[in-house]
């Protein structure tokens, strides 16, 4: 397989939304893709994935310490229940952010995490602000799309991925592990998201008798890319828009709020009509790649798209 170039995370779009099925935003789908692609080229038809490790063992730059930041929490704390904004307006009244979030997913955040500690933990659910954090916390909505994109985007190329880190006795015993089997402060451990603290202390200690330690304890990582971010969209696009068809816009008013809409707001408006176009219409893939080859560019390294 030829190397990846900022082109492909454009090519690729009409295949990884067929077979996502869904909009996404998520740039790591491409690789995940391509990927999956090079291991059915050797041959090889079932792979093994860390899914699951970060949401057992705490590997999330959000659920260790960080002190700067814990002192803003602190004080944000103080100032709700003095129902105070940071600019010192009176925030009584303002509905509650998490229970309208909640609308928005199903309460599955909110609901996941309970249900699933009242089959493996013994002590009653606690959330990941407290200092008995146990990892089930993280077992829930985001591990479920994890799950989702690796199982789609392998079977596009027919490869079965399995998730070792989710066996049943395995996961148990991660909800039951004391806090510091997972997160421990080190002098030697730095991640400006969280400073002297190792996350997944447990797995790095283990993988240390087998991998060098600069793999073993090295940061958290995504693929190195931001190609979607140097996305440019240009208003060709969006003829015979769905999203215009879907919210009843005229074509003046399509144009209005394209010449409004930000560079996110377009990509995330592209992904949504490419998934349209396949999903909803059934447009083959060799005519929404013209449409993307015609419409779509990739900024050069360095440029921002606003």
């Given at each position: 397989?030829?190397?990846?170039?900022?082109?492909?995370?454009?090519?690729?779009?009409?295949?990884?939304?067929?077979?996502?099925?869904?909009?996404?935003?998520?740039?790591?789908?491409?690789?995940?893709?391509?990927?999956?692609?090079?291991?059915?080229?050797?041959?090889?038809?079932?792979?093994?994935?860390?899914?699951?490790?970060?949401?057992?063992?705490?590997?999330?730059?959000?659920?260790?310490?960080?002190?700067?930041?814990?002192?803003?929490?602190?004080?944000?704390?103080?100032?709700?229940?003095?129902?105070?904004?940071?600019?010192?307006?009176?925030?009584?009244?303002?509905?509650?952010?998490?229970?309208?979030?909640?609308?928005?997913?199903?309460?599955?955040?909110?609901?996941?995490?309970?249900?699933?500690?009242?089959?493996?933990?013994?002590?009653?659910?606690?959330?990941?602000?407290?200092?008995g954090l146990t990892g089930s916390g993280e077992l829930s909505y985001i591990l479920r799309t994890l799950l989702?994109?690796?199982?789609?985007?392998?079977?596009?190329?027919?490869?079965?991925?399995?998730?070792?880190?989710?066996?049943?006795?395995?996961?148990?015993?991660?909800?039951?592990?004391?806090?510091?089997?997972?997160?421990?402060?080190?002098?030697?451990?730095?991640?400006?998201?969280?400073?002297?603290?190792?996350?997944?202390?447990?797995?790095?200690?283990?993988?240390?008798?087998?991998?060098?330690?600069?793999?073993?304890?090295?940061?958290?990582?995504?693929?190195?890319?931001?190609?979607?971010?140097?996305?440019?969209?240009?208003?060709?696009?969006?003829?015979?828009?769905?999203?215009?068809?879907?919210?009843?816009?005229?074509?003046?008013?399509?144009?209005?709020?394209?010449?409004?809409?930000?560079?996110?707001?377009?990509?995330?408006?592209?992904?949504?009509?490419?998934?349209?176009?396949?999903?909803?219409?059934?447009?083959?893939?060799?005519?929404?790649?013209?449409?993307?080859?015609?419409?779509?560019?990739?900024?050069?390294?360095?440029?921002?798209?606003?």
């Amino acid at each position: 397989m030829a190397p990846v170039r900022d082109r492909d995370f454009v090519d690729a779009i009409p295949d990884v939304v067929a077979h996502y099925g869904a909009p996404f935003v998520n740039p790591t789908l491409i690789p995940i893709f391509r990927v999956s692609r090079l291991v059915h080229e050797h041959g090889v038809k079932a792979v093994l994935t860390g899914e699951a490790a970060d949401e057992c063992y705490l590997g999330y730059p959000w659920l260790a310490p960080n002190l700067p930041n814990a002192a803003r929490r602190a004080a944000g704390r103080l100032l709700s229940r003095l129902h105070l904004g940071p600019d010192g307006s009176d925030t009584r009244g303002v509905l509650d952010h998490d229970l309208v979030a909640g609308l928005s997913n199903g309460f599955e955040v909110r609901r996941g995490p309970v249900e699933f500690a009242a089959e493996t933990v013994a002590e009653p659910y606690q959330s990941s602000s407290t200092p008995g954090l146990t990892g089930s916390g993280e077992l829930s909505y985001i591990l479920r799309t994890l799950l989702y994109r690796n199982d789609t985007m392998g079977m596009a190329s027919g490869i079965e991925c399995r998730f070792p880190f989710l066996d049943r006795r395995l996961v148990s015993l991660s909800a039951h592990l004391p806090r510091d089997c997972k997160l421990r402060m080190s002098p030697f451990a730095w991640d400006p998201k969280h400073p002297f603290y190792r996350d997944k202390w447990i797995i790095r200690e283990i993988a240390t008798r087998y991998l060098p330690k600069r793999l073993s304890h090295r940061k958290k990582g995504m693929f190195p890319t931001n190609a979607f971010r140097r996305m440019q969209v240009a208003d060709g696009f969006f003829q015979e828009s769905f999203t215009a068809e879907f919210f009843r816009l005229s074509r003046s008013r399509l144009q209005s709020f394209l010449d409004q809409a930000h560079g996110p707001l377009r990509l995330r408006l592209m992904l949504l009509e490419s998934w349209a176009h396949r999903c909803v219409r059934g447009c083959p893939a060799q005519s929404l790649a013209a449409r993307l080859s015609a419409h779509v560019q990739v900024a050069p390294q360095g440029v921002s798209v606003n």
